[in-house]
């Protein structure tokens, strides 16, 4: 985003943090940054358009934290839904305004910014999704997305009373504190083989929505794991089931390394191309497409 936008949509948040959305007129923004009000509209509009672009702004700049987060290899399984909660924390500490904003506003939003707020929402379950299955194992993946609700839950009740209730909270403690009760909810889960809320279609719904906004490694790697949700589901004989799940493990990890080889790559794709299932060809020739692409 050019300077001069950006320095607005910093200007514009603080003032509808200080004054209201709707206390706040486009001369306050002009003003608050030493330019013409005539200026201003030549990069928003309207004060709707202004708005719409900060949460724009501010969702892609959240997401990409988010989205570093769950490619980082360093973290333990154990460390990962702990360094979520800190994370999220501390981007509210840096964000303050932004979440005050949309917490505190009751906005009048249009279709677009409706959706683009729910997308977000959706794309932040999804990686919490993501999360819960990489530090439980394929055992909880029938109860993740549960898992991935009551988990964002805990997060937006302490994030609201940080918000809301200007309660302070010792970040590294709440990580800790909000870990270990998840580990709790999520154990509760599989051992006692819980009845489901959320099923197959709630995830598609939420892979959907993230791959909608996604390329490079990212994207694939959500098809891959949209394709192991396909293969599960399709009339394979054991045999070629087990080949065929062995292949996007690799054809994965290649792409979770920093630099993946393109002659592993291409020889995986050539194995899944072999497959005996229109619906699996289809969503292979779309992987091998965004593929492609990032070769």
């Not at 994370?87 to 249009?110: A, C, G, P, T």
């Not at 490694?217 to 089931?241: H, P």
């Amino acid at each position: 985003m050019e300077g001069k936008k950006q320095k607005i949509i910093h200007s514009a948040i603080k003032c509808f943090s200080e004054k209201g959305y709707r206390g706040t007129s486009i001369q306050d923004i002009a003003d608050s940054i030493g330019i013409a009000k005539g200026s201003l509209y030549f990069y928003f509009k309207s004060k709707e358009d202004l708005l719409l672009s900060i949460i724009k702004y501010y969702l892609k700049t959240i997401n990409d934290e988010f989205q570093e987060l769950i490619e980082r290899v360093d973290l333990s399984t154990e460390d990962l839904l702990r360094e979520h909660v800190i994370m999220s924390y501390r981007m509210y500490d840096k964000h303050k305004n932004f979440f005050s904003l949309l917490m505190q506003e009751r906005l009048e939003v249009n279709a677009e910014m409706h959706e683009l707020i729910v997308g977000a929402r959706r794309q932040g379950l999804f990686y919490c999704h993501q999360m819960i299955i990489r530090v439980y194992g394929e055992r909880v993946r029938p109860y993740a997305c549960d898992a991935a609700v009551l988990f964002q839950a805990i997060m937006d009740g302490y994030l609201g009373l940080a918000v809301m209730g200007n309660q302070n909270f010792d970040t590294e403690r709440l990580g800790s504190y909000v870990r270990d009760r998840t580990d709790v909810l999520v154990h509760q889960l599989i051992e006692s083989q819980a009845a489901t809320m959320l099923g197959d279609e709630t995830l598609e719904q939420w892979n959907a929505t993230v791959v909608a906004g996604q390329g490079g490694k990212t994207g694939i790697l959500l098809e891959i794991d949209a394709l192991k949700k396909a293969v599960d589901q399709a009339d394979l004989q054991e045999a070629e089931l087990d080949e065929v799940h062995s292949t996007l493990e690799v054809l994965g990890a290649e792409f979770e390394k920093a630099e993946p080889q393109p002659v592993v790559i291409k020889g995986m794709l050539a194995l899944l191309k072999t497959i005996h299932s229109a619906k699996i060809k289809k969503q292979v020739v779309k992987l091998e497409s965004q593929v492609l692409e990032l070769l």
